[in-house]
């Protein structure tokens, strides 16, 4: 279950970003997910909700955008969906292509509510 790893280096990055913000609250967390990591959303979401429990970051929110896996291939060009890590063009059968999309995980936002202190 990688998903507990990778909260975990997600919790550091969001405390990391929002320490010049003492007055606000963390209320959502926003994650671009590749569909090659592996990783299940419902998981993720458990491992966050966990990991926050009695922490500065509980009640926050995790939501996930999943980015589908693409890529090109070298050969012929064409541009097609990739599919459980299966890189072979569907025009030529090259297996010579290049990865577009599918390997991100991106931290791409925090929401925080100020406090009226």
Known sequence: MHEASIVEALIEAVRKE??????????????????????????????????TRDTDLAGARLELEEVPARARCRRCEHEFPVTENW????????????????????LTGIELLESAT
């Open 87 to 106: 890189f072979e063009c569907p025009r030529c059968t090259s297996g010579e292509a290049r990865s577009l999309s599918g390997q991100e995980l991106d």
């Open 18 to 51: 929002v320490r010049n913000y003492p007055a606000g609250k963390v209320q959502t967390v926003r994650v671009r997910v590749g569909a090659l990591r592996q990783v299940a959303p419902e998981i993720m979401r458990l491992c966050f909700e966990a990991a």
